[in-house]
């Protein structure tokens, strides 16, 4: 499954909580102030098709979060 297709798949507007929407990818040209540097100049936008709420997503922030989840482990001070 797609990026995009997740995205769509867990929508719901925070504007109008509709749940149909329509996604883009699209290249931002130039570069960024330094404080404004997003590591990447595709984004992924998501439209709620009902009110045309966008919401902008960096796919590199997707990668980053595919890293397996570490258990709950008890802490040393809490056994």
């Given at each position: ?37 997003f ?14 709420y ?17 258990e ?8």
């Open positions: 499954m797609s990026l995009e297709e997740k995205l769509l798949a867990s929508f719901c507007c925070p504007k109008c909580r509709g749940k149909s929407a329509v996604t883009r990818t699209v290249k931002l040209p130039g570069k960024f102030p330094p404080l404004l540097s590591g990447s100049e595709e984004f992924i936008l998501i439209t709620c098709t009902l009110c045309g966008t919401e902008m997503y960096s796919p590199l922030a997707f990668e980053k979060t595919q890293e397996p989840v570490a709950n482990k008890p802490l040393a001070h809490e056994t």
